[in-house]
């Protein structure tokens, strides 16, 4: 694949286009990445500019919108006020945790389809995970006192609401070589997988999955590690999710609401949500063509920077994963189906603090293959910054020709 990073054939298509949707994550996209999630920045224009797109942008991000860690925080930094994004609704409406906690732009919540059990469950993870934490630390680190392993303890453990989260990135810091930070990387995720083992002890069986990202895909529904090597860091945090939470799941609750909003009825259901979604890619293809009109179906922008492909010498394959992969794919394949051309942004995160492969450095190694099948139709290989210098840009225009 060709790097094409010339914007005008779709800056034509958003201002003549009647009917478009913008669909984009926000971590690597709009925020840089950072190490610490606590210390994550938003720019002010790019928040009007999303406001200024209204009914046509949604945000779909395996990160939350509410709580301390929450991007609604990060909004409130931004704008210098507490009040105003609800007042003025400058929250990003939109799907969050990977398509559970949605919200409209005044900040008002919805998390339909979870049970009480699960959510009291899921806010007991954090107080599981510190002894075990702990634990592993004392291993790892023998010489660790415990003063810095709160510290790390601090850092690693994320108590989101709908996805508690253990992050590799302050360990990895200390972590003198590649061998250790695979380590960390294995012990951690047996931890998570404890915790899932303690869910089902209590009667919760088919409620969470693993999410690791990056991955390398997933095997019978399991995702894959990304062992940590010397240009890549690999998989950087585990989450504990709902099982359901899938980005691209996550895509067919926003058409409905977006189709919902424009003709007044959402055509799958006024209570659809993520847990009735169909689980196979071709299954939820077949669900958008029979419930959704052809002229009702919007064309999709889909934007995302977590994709990653790698090749496995042994069998001469590709083992493709990502966590905005499944939403980017599916999104390319609907338009397909439905005869629209969807467009689909790779934003490249490398500049930030993560470490990931730079397009800039080695092309598109490491993200996707010439087999491929997701097809990237702009990619913004200066990053965030570039995006949202072209994102407020678009947004202004489309809206003065709509307005
Ligand atoms: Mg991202």
Redesign the pocket.
Known sequence: MKIKSNTISLDKIILSSQNILFIQ?I???CIPLVKDPMTRKLNKEYIFAAKKLDKEFFVLTCGEHEGERGVNRIIERSLGNKFKPKQDGLYLRGLAACGVEYQDNKGEINSEGISKEELDFLANVPQIMRPKFRLIVKELFPKMDDNLINTHMRKSICDTRFSPTINFNSLFEISENNLKKIKIQRYFQKMMNEIISIGESRGLRNSFFLHISPNLGSKNGIEILKESKNNDIGSTDIQLLLKGAQKDAGVLCLLNKFIGDRKGKKPFGENFNFRDAPIEKSEKIAFCKKYIQPKDMPLIIGV???ITSNQIKKSNSFSRGGS?RSFLEFIQLLGYEFGIKNNIIFVDSSYGEVFRPSTKETGLKGITDKYDSLKFDIIFQDGPEEYINWFTKIAHKRYLIKN
Do not use: F, N
Request: hydrophobic share 10%; no cysteine.
């Open positions: 994550d971590d690597g996209v995302g920077d977590t905005d």
